[in-house]
């Protein structure tokens, strides 16, 4: 199962390089295994609204929500000061550490292409690198 950074929905939303890999994966994965924070999902509606891309968020909420399925978890108020040892331990900025907590959380894989990753021991994956398994 999958954890999919806010990254990987910008590249495709805003149709960026690697727009094609994260389709694909996408289309070859069962929507319930993959997974979104609520706190990326409140960042990719920041970014489209701050690009005057209303039509796009919603069509986003739509596809991600409604006709796929994909899973929404977030963490509760008293999981945060975890958070902030995790965001000390891999110098991480506050959204890194939630999505590596949720990882933890859910024993999620985290896909991104934020190379702030490597740097656990979990790591990350690419879009590319699930669609070579």
Known sequence: ??????????ELLLEQEKAED???????HDPC???IT???FYSIGIILLKLNQKELLQKFIKD???NSGINLVRLKPTEIEQLIIV???FNFDFDDAYQYLIAEKYDLTIISF???FDRTE?????PADILKT
Do not use: H, P, W
């Open 22 to 28: 994260v389709r694909k994966l996408l289309i070859n």
């Open 114 to 116: 934020d190379s702030d």
């Open 1 to 10: 199962m999958y954890l999919l950074d806010t990254n990987i929905f910008i």
């Open 64 to 66: 991600t929500f409604y």
């Open 122 to 126: 979990q790591g990350r994956k690419t």
């Open 38 to 40: 609520e706190f990326s």
């Open 87 to 89: 965001a000390g331990r």
């Open 33 to 35: 295994e993959l997974y």
